[in-house]
C-alpha cells in the first residue's frame, strides 16, 4: 500500500504515507531505541528493543509485550500467517517464541 515505517532511537515509531512522505501516526511505548522492526502482510507491527512489541497497524494501539532474554532484539522474523517466529539478539542468540 505505499505505507513506510521508522524506528527511531527515542523509541518511537513513525508511520509514513509513501505517496506524500505525510506522517501518519507515531507509536511511543518503547522504552529505548527500536532496533528491529518488522510489519506483517495484515499490517500488524512487531518492533525489536530490549522487549518485543506488537502493534495494531490500523489503530497504533499496542497489543502485547513480549519479553527477551536478558539482551536487545536485533531482527525480527514474523511467518505467513503474521505470527513472530524469531528474533536475534545482541549475542547472536535466536530466540523463538
Known sequence: DGTVYSGSTDGTIRVWSG????????LQDNTSA???LKVGTDGTIFSGSE???????ATGALR???P?????IRALAVGKRNKLYAGLEDES?????
Open 19 to 26: 505517496e506524500d512522505n505525510r506522517l501518519l501516526r507515531t
Open 51 to 57: 522487549t518485543v512489541r506488537v502493534w495494531c497497524g
Open 34 to 36: 527500536v532496533l528491529s
Open 64 to 66: 502485547f509485550v513480549l
Open 68 to 72: 527477551a532474554t536478558g539482551s536487545r
Open 93 to 97: 542468540q535466536v530466540v523463538v517464541w
